[in-house]
Structure formats: structure tokens, C-alpha cells
């Protein structure tokens, strides 16, 4: 009997100790889930390297259009579109018959004017020579001589000067190339009026550039003007064309555009075998390379939201907000900057629901 009663205790106590033991594990879990462990980093700096991509124009290292100077009319036209022209060379003769008649005129004037200033000069040096024995010429008469030679003088200049003026009127007539290039657009033909204002002056008559040589012009936007140097070498590529060229930064504005809030940046690229055109769109790849190192850290840490764009500092296992601003981007990192230091501890997965004094579990 004895035997039993000990039998029935000791399963008793059993049985009690088994449901202890399966309460204390059930109050243990909730607690492991209320505080999971949170992965943390700490911040270094990164020299960040990207590259940008960004539409851009190819144009004639020089261009110009060619107009008239005076209204006249086409009588010897000398080339075409596609012409290859060198500087000086005769393109166009106009003729305007009303210039060669006020040529005339000029050289006329100009001859006679230069006669009676040789009259009046010769006349003041034998009065003068006479006048050095006393009694001879009176004072007056060698002061009129030297005023009616100074009068002719003047005269005998401005002749000279209207000569002068028409026939650079009359050089005009003649269209010169002014540098080395090609005919780009030719807008006239023979016979054809044009001058300096009116209908015969809505279109040039003739556009030249310089093809051997390009212009790679590209508007760089604000963000990432302080990243590129004159010198830096970058690539580009045309849709007509499968390989790609190189070229470096020649020159930069300097400013912003007030439009576009994006700085010019040009290349000089040598076109020799002529495989590109003035007028081609290309796209640039601008190696952005920074010039010191930065604050990196991967996207999942920054955390946008209404209240700003932050990072999550942990210090002494507490949540501290940081507000910060974003830089450029790579892959799955970004550039930060704010009021950091190296080594600061951060959230790698940060999130809006953590609120500035949270516990962080490490």
C-alpha cells in the first residue's frame, strides 16, 4: 500500500515539474520576438565612381552663313553644296551696276582734288621761298596762300577717303571663303537679288563649316558640374555608326544656363576620315570621378520619407536620427552627406516605423 501511495507521488511531481517547465518556454518566446537582433555597420568612406550618360550635338568646328553686303545680283556662282573650299577662295561674284558707276565718280573726284592741292601746295612754297627777302610778299598774302593749301589739303582727303569706301563697296561683290571648310547649304542661284535687307536677305547664300574638325557640345546638369575637369577623356557613339570615339574636355562655360540650370561643356574631336556630320545627336559617357572620398553606404540605410531623408545612428544601443542628403548613386550604394563621422554605427536596414530613442538589439 505503501508502494502505491510512493508510486502516484513521484508521478505527480513528474507530471507538475513537465507542465513548469512547458509554461516557463512559452513565456521565454515572446520575449526572443520582441526584441530580434538588428544589423548594424560602420560608416567609412568610399571614393565613388560612376558614369553619365547624356544626349549631345556634334556641329562644324567653325560655321558661318554668307550674305550680301549691298543689294546686287548674283552673276558668277562657283560652288555648290558639298564643295570642300579653302580660305580666300573666290565663291561668289555679284554685280551691282550703280557701284561701278559711283566708283567712277570717286576716282574722278579723287584726281581732281589731288590736282588742285598740288596747285595750291606749289603756289604757298614759291610764295614762301619769295618771301624770305624782306618787302617782297606781305605777311597776309602768305597766310592766305598757307589756309587755301591747308583748305585743298583737307579737301584732297576726304576724296580720298570716298574712294576708298567705295571701292571696299565694290570688294564686297565678291564672296570669299573665310576659312578652310564645305559648302553646307546653298541657297541662291544665278541671277538671283540679294542684299542686306528685304526679301533677297531672309536666307544666307551660302553656309560653310568646317567639317575635318568637330564640336561635341553637352549641357551637363548642376549635380554633377563640380565631378568634370578640362583634360578628363570620355567616350560617345552615334546611332549610324557601331563603334565608339573618344574624346577629351576642351572647354567648359564656367556657369550655369538660367534655363536649364546646366553647364556647357565642350570637345574638340578630330574628324579626318569625315565619318561624322555637323548635326549628328550622340550620346556622351561622362566618367564622374570624385575628388575626395565621400560617405558611402548601402540604400537600404537611407530612409525617405515626409519628414526628411535620414539615417539611423546607434549610440549606447539607442536609435538616433541623422538627417542627411543624397549624392549619387551606384548599384545598390549611395553617396551621403551630413553630420557623420567615420566609424559611426548605422542601421543597414533602416526604417520609418524606428523612432529617434529606440533600443536596438545588436
Known sequence: MKTKILQSSALFFAALFFLNSCNSKKEEA???????????????????????????????????????????????????????????????????????????????????????????????????????????????????????????????????AGHKEVSIMRDYLEIRAPFDGVVAARNVNLGTFVGPAGKGSDLPLLTIQQQDKLRLAVSVPELYTGYLHTGDEMTFNVKSLPEPFTAKITRMSGALDLKLRSERVEMDVQNTKKDLLPGMVAEVLLPLNAKDSTFVIPKTALVSSAEGTF????????????????????????????????????????????????????
Open 30 to 160: 515572446p520575449v526572443a520576438e520582441l526584441e530580434p537582433k538588428t544589423e548594424t555597420f560602420l560608416l567609412e568612406k568610399e571614393k565613388l565612381t560612376t558614369e553619365l550618360r547624356l544626349p549631345a550635338e556634334l556641329t562644324g568646328f567653325q560655321q558661318v552663313d554668307l550674305y550680301a553686303k549691298v543689294s546686287s545680283f548674283v552673276k558668277v556662282l562657283k560652288v555648290d553644296i558639298g564643295t570642300e573650299v579653302k580660305k580666300g577662295q573666290l565663291l561668289i561674284v555679284l554685280e551691282a551696276p550703280e557701284i561701278s558707276s559711283q566708283l567712277a565718280a570717286a576716282e574722278s573726284r579723287l584726281k581732281s582734288m589731288e590736282a588742285i592741292y598740288a596747285t595750291s601746295k606749289s603756289t604757298y612754297n614759291r610764295l614762301y621761298e619769295t618771301s624770305k627777302v624782306e618787302g617782297t610778299i606781305s605777311k597776309n598774302d602768305l597766310e592766305m596762300a598757307s589756309g587755301k593749301k591747308n583748305s585743298d589739303y583737307a579737301q584732297y582727303q576726304a576724296a580720298v
Open 311 to 362: 539615417v539611423i545612428k546607434v549610440i549606447d544601443h539607442k536609435a538616433t536620427r541623422v538627417n542627411v542628403k543624397r549624392g549619387r548613386e551606384i548599384d545598390d550604394k549611395i553617396e551621403i552627406f551630413g553630420d557623420l563621422n567615420r566609424k559611426d554605427k548605422l542601421v543597414k536596414i533602416a526604417s520609418e516605423e524606428t523612432k529617434e530613442g529606440d533600443i536596438i538589439n545588436e
